[in-house]
C-alpha cells in the first residue's frame, strides 16, 4: 500500500499554537464594542478570504491579523502582532503520542509519503525539527490539498487508487478531496483542527475508515 500522510495535527501539533495567539490578540485588541466571539468571526472571514490570495503559513496568518486590526481597531496596530506570531514559529515541534512508534512499524511494510500544504520552507523547517522525515519515503509538500492534487499525485504514484491511501485530521483537505480523486481515506479527528478545515466528511463505503489515533493504524496497516 501507498499511505499518504498528512502532517500538521496528525503527525505534530500545530493548530493548538495559532489558537493560543488569536485568544492573546482578541484579549490585547481589547475592542470596546465587539466581543470575543465576533473579533473571532472577523478573523475567520479575513482568513477565508485571504488564504486563496497567499495561501498558509504563519506569514499569511501574522498578515491576517494585522488587517482585522487595522479593520476593527486601527490605534492598536503595532509590532506586538508579529512578535505574537512569532511564538508560533518558535516553539519546538510537539509529536503525537504514539506516531514516532507507530511510523517505525508501518515503514517497513508500506510506501510513506508525508503529503503537507502550507508555506514550503516553512513545512519543511518543522518537517526537519520534527525529526521524523528519517521514517518517511518521500515527502511532498502543496499549496493546496483539492481533489486536483490529489489526482495529480495518484497519477505521478502510477498505482492502482484503491492501493493508496490519504491519512489526516482534516475533512476539508485530507478527507473529502482524495475520496473524491477515487483514493481511500483513514480520517483521525483532531479536537483542535482549524474551523477552516471543518466539513462534513463524504459517504464513502468501504473506502474510509475513521479512527480515534494515530498509533491504531497498526491494526490495519
Ligand atoms: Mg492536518
Redesign the pocket.
Known sequence: MILLI?????LWE?NIYFERVIDHFVVRLNHPHMTHAEVRAAIDEVERANTKLHGYGTESFTRNLREVCTRLAPEAAGDWIAELCRTITEHPIEVIEGVRETLAYLQVRHRLVMFTKGNPAEQFGKIERSGLSALFHETRVVKEKDAASYEAMSAELDQPKDSIWMI???PK??INPALAAGLRAVWIP?DA?WVL?HEEVTAAPGRLLTLSRFSELRDWF
Open positions: 498528512d502532517a500538521d495535527d496528525t500545530n489526516g485530521n482534516s483537505s485530507d483532531h483542527t478545515e
